[in-house]
């Protein structure tokens, strides 16, 4: 009589059960990574505006300042082409809080500008900015 114990019949399905796991674990820390721990640290990189040029002219001067502070300015150097969008990393440092404006130059002298950010202490975030054919500034995002 050939008698056998659960182990001599199924040796895999530990190891299987194993390997289950693990993929179950490792793709539960993939989901976590993505939709929880990516956006939290994306709040904590230094700020990114992105500017589309829509108004049908070349920007040709573009400016960040913090209001309240004279010192705090940012010249982005190189121009926009109209129907071109550009990421802009202002290098700025806050002393307390303030508001973040922007200001552009069209190559025919047309003047641009707003209020991008209307509170922030630590510039960070994501801001997109739209300047239309009809020269609105349309603000999207959100500074920290």
């Known amino acids: 009589m050939?008698?056998?114990?659960?182990?001599?019949?199924?040796?895999?399905?530990?190891?299987?059960?194993?390997?289950?796991?693990?993929?179950?674990l490792l793709l539960g820390g993939a989901l976590l990574a993505v939709f929880v721990l990516i956006p939290i640290l994306r709040d904590f990189r230094p700020l990114v505006v992105t500017l589309h040029n829509e108004s049908g002219a070349e920007l040709t001067e573009i400016e960040l300042r913090i209001d309240g502070q004279d010192d705090a300015k940012y010249a982005y150097p190189r121009p926009v082409p109209s129907g071109e969008s550009r990421n802009i990393r202002p290098e700025l440092e806050m002393q307390g809080a303030g508001e973040l404006g922007?200001?552009?130059?069209?190559?025919?002298?047309?003047?641009?500008?707003?209020?991008?950010?209307?509170?922030?202490?630590?510039?960070?975030?994501?801001?997109?900015?739209?300047i239309g054919a009809d020269g609105q500034m349309a603000v999207q995002g959100e500074c920290r």
Do not use: D, M, Q, W
């Open 102 to 130: 922007l200001r552009a130059v069209g190559a025919g002298g047309e003047a641009y500008g707003g209020t991008i950010c209307g509170y922030t202490e630590s510039l960070s975030g994501a801001v997109t900015v739209t």
């Open 2 to 24: 050939n008698r056998t114990t659960n182990r001599e019949r199924h040796p895999l399905s530990f190891k299987k059960t194993l390997i289950l796991l693990l993929s179950v």
